[in-house]
């Protein structure tokens, strides 16, 4: 079966503070990975995604993540976060069929 | 392009009833789907559709209906509505499957 995994439930960091979310994802076949985020009250934008290439993919906002295929990870990277990044984050796989991940909830204090 | 637009925002029914949840697309797009967002849970997948006439379940199906009549409009009947179904609901829908564009969402409220 395919699944998605996202260990950080909760995460609260300080302006300025590294920032990487875990993804791990369950599936044999090829995979795209994608990372949406979801603002307060608002719907999820896709943050940024992989298909297939250089296994370093750049994002909107100045994220970044990593598809590491021996770990099946896709783990979401922010040099530096801002009190705007305060949102849920959600990792999302398509093998076959669209799963997302349970999401992290990040929290920037100012 | 008025991207995914999502009918009614809010939404509050007593148990029991039935009702239907909106969702068009004017992008042309393929692939529609419908989620429910629950706190710890994340999105779960209830139907979706690989195009117009085409639909099938996703992880939790039980109590929805979906119909798929044109390539724009992409429905989810709620037959009986229960405590359970308290949620928010989003609808997506992609060109090909590699990343979607949801709608607003709807929150429901069964009492």
């Known amino acids: 079966a395919q699944s998605v995994s996202q260990h950080n439930h909760h995460v609260i960091l300080s302006e300025a503070a590294s920032l990487e979310l875990g993804c791990n994802y369950s599936?044999?076949?090829?995979?795209?990975l994608f990372w949406y985020v979801q603002y307060p009250g608002q719907h999820l934008q896709l943050l940024l995604k992989y298909f297939s290439g250089d296994p370093l993919v750049k994002g909107i906002k100045g994220f970044e993540a990593e598809f590491i295929k021996s770990k099946f990870s896709f783990n979401l990277r922010k040099p530096s976060v801002q009190w705007s990044d305060t949102a849920e984050y959600f990792c999302a796989v398509t093998g076959n069929q669209f799963y997302f991940g349970t999401g992290t909830s990040l929290t920037v204090i100012p | 392009n008025a991207g995914v637009t999502q009918t009614p925002k809010f939404q509050v029914l007593k148990t029991g009833q039935s009702m239907t949840l909106q969702c068009a697309q004017d992008?042309?797009?393929?692939?529609m789907s419908w989620y429910r967002q629950d706190p710890g849970m994340g999105l779960r997948l209830i139907h979706y559709?690989?195009?117009?006439?085409?639909?099938d379940q996703g992880e939790v199906p039980n109590g929805y209906n979906v119909s798929r009549s044109t390539t724009e409009d992409f429905p989810l009947r709620l037959l009986s509505a229960a405590p359970s179904q308290t949620s928010v609901y989003f609808c997506?829908?992609?060109?090909?499957?590699?990343?979607?564009?949801f709608g607003s969402g709807t929150r429901l409220t069964v009492v």
């Open positions: 997506a829908s992609s060109l090909d499957r590699y990343g979607y564009t």
């Open positions: 559709s690989v195009g117009a006439g085409i639909t």
């Open positions: 599936y044999g076949g090829t995979v795209n």
């Open positions: 992008m042309n797009h393929e692939y």
